[in-house]
């Protein structure tokens, strides 16, 4: 096959190559973010499964523990719910106005069923109460939210919230005995027992039903920290994130009850209590942040650049190990066709050839024909040809490059002309062919091979 044939297609399979390189690169990038994808989210479920073995979803720590200082008020105790008639809201005259309703109805008596079950759970039998001016304590709740939405894939990205837990009243039972015996513990205290009650007693869910440890927080957000991968991070929501989210974040479903808190001036919804036979210590849950893993689109575009690039290079460098040497044979294959018997002989007759495997005679003889070489015009063919012949003779050298001889007999070899068959050229060929398969072929007769085989 020729060399210039052999480039030519070498920069065919190169471009196409270059082209695939870049379909490739999206194919396997693509695999790779599933991937890291599925290894974070099997990654996070881990860690809250090793917190949560039954539901894999809550994680309790504590963010501060009781407080040396306690600032408290008074309030009434929430009122026993009354059965009333819902009012409606409606439009009059460009204004919202709210319609008392004029009977009882089915839905109304199921809410104060619920309302006065609730207020006999929490609130019956409590004869005083005092809210937190400001926290004492906070456990912490890390909760899998769920997944977000991410493209039109059905299963998205871990969703985590965090939570605050923390007292924000005490509720003192009424005593059936006599006031001067009755016995009121200190809000301080009762602050502490409730504390230590969640934290370590063997009838607290935290305790019993999750592997509750005062330093979870930090242990467990710096296990899902180290859940991110290349593509995959665990990051701090901005509020127009929280927004733009599937996820309310009043959809505690899981959480619990979903009751807000009976006092406008705290922060939260109703999480439980802790009591005993003085006082209920109440509980509220406040939502803190979220934390949602993002998909870095910088991190995997950089990605398909680089390995678009590594791919270029690559490619480059193999297409250049191949087509230089083609190129350098093929321009020196130019050469030795356009040398002339004065340059071939100026090239093959130099002493210093002589002398990497010194010879003396031969050192001697080249430096005799190499002077009388350059004493001759170029353009002097009989003395050329006399000194050829001399120097084939005493320098035992090769005036026809075994290439070009190779390809001279491929060119005319008889074979080439018989599937079209041409006598002519057959017979041409065939003569030719014979006289460069001669073992004393000159380079005289090579060049008028190399003429005649023009006509072919």
């Not at 599933?34 to 099997?42: P, S």
């Not at 296990?223 to 991070?233: A, G, H, V």
């Not at 003569?431 to 008028?448: G, H, P, Q, V, W």
Request: include cysteine.
């Amino acid at each position: 096959m020729k060399i210039k044939l052999i480039i030519i297609i070498a920069i065919f399979v190169y471009a196409a190559a270059m082209v695939g390189s870049y379909f490739w690169v999206d194919n396997y990038i693509n695999k790779k973010v599933n991937r890291l994808k599925y290894e974070n989210r099997e990654n996070i479920i881990n860690v809250f499964l090793k917190y949560d073995k039954k539901w894999g979803r809550r994680i309790y720590g504590v963010f501060f523990s009781p407080q040396s200082k306690v600032e408290y008020e008074k309030v009434p105790v929430p009122q026993k719910p009354i059965l009333k008639p819902s009012e409606t809201i409606a439009f009059q005259d460009g204004n919202i106005v709210t319609i008392p309703g004029d009977s009882i109805s089915e839905y109304d008596k199921q809410n104060y069923d619920k309302s006065l079950e609730h207020w006999k759970d929490y609130y019956h039998n409590i004869s005083k109460m005092y809210i937190m001016k400001k926290k004492n304590w906070q456990l912490s709740l890390i909760y899998f939210k769920g997944y977000n939405a991410d493209g039109y894939e059905a299963m998205g990205l871990p969703c985590i919230d965090v939570y605050g837990i923390y007292p924000y009243a005490v509720g003192y039972f009424r005593q059936e005995y006599s006031s001067y015996y009755s016995y009121e513990p200190k809000i301080e205290d009762a602050l502490e027992n409730a504390y230590d009650f969640w934290t370590s007693s063997d009838k607290s869910w935290y305790v019993t039903d999750y592997n509750f440890a005062k330093n979870n927080y930090d242990n467990a957000i710096s296990e899902l920290s180290d859940c991110n991968n290349e593509y995959f991070w665990l990051t701090e929501d901005f509020e127009e994130d929280i927004q733009n989210s599937q996820f309310s974040l009043n959809d505690d479903r899981y959480l619990y009850n979903d009751k807000r808190l009976p006092f406008d001036n705290l922060v939260g919804r109703e999480n439980c209590y802790m009591y005993n036979g003085y006082y209920k210590v109440y509980d509220a849950k406040v939502w803190q942040c979220r934390y949602s893993v993002k998909k870095q689109h910088w991190a995997i575009n950089s990605d398909k650049k680089s390995l678009r690039i590594k791919w270029a290079v690559w490619l480059t460098i193999i297409l250049l190990a191949i087509i230089i040497p083609l190129i350098v044979m093929e321009k020196k294959k130019q050469k030795l066709q356009s040398e002339t018997l004065y340059d071939k002989l100026k090239r093959l007759c130099n002493p210093s050839n002589f002398m990497k495997n010194y010879d003396k005679e031969k050192v001697d003889a080249a430096n005799e024909i190499y002077q009388r070489l350059l004493q001759t015009r170029p353009d002097d063919k009989e003395v050329l040809n006399e000194i050829q012949a001399e120097a084939v003779e005493k320098l035992k050298i090769t005036l026809i490059d075994q290439s070009l001889l190779d390809e001279l007999k491929k060119k005319v070899n008889p074979q080439n002309f018989m599937k079209n068959y041409d006598a002519e050229k057959v017979s041409l060929a065939n003569d030719l062919y014979a006289r460069l398969s001669k073992d004393n072929l000159t380079y005289n007769e090579f060049i008028e091979i190399q003429e005649l085989s023009k006509q072919l």
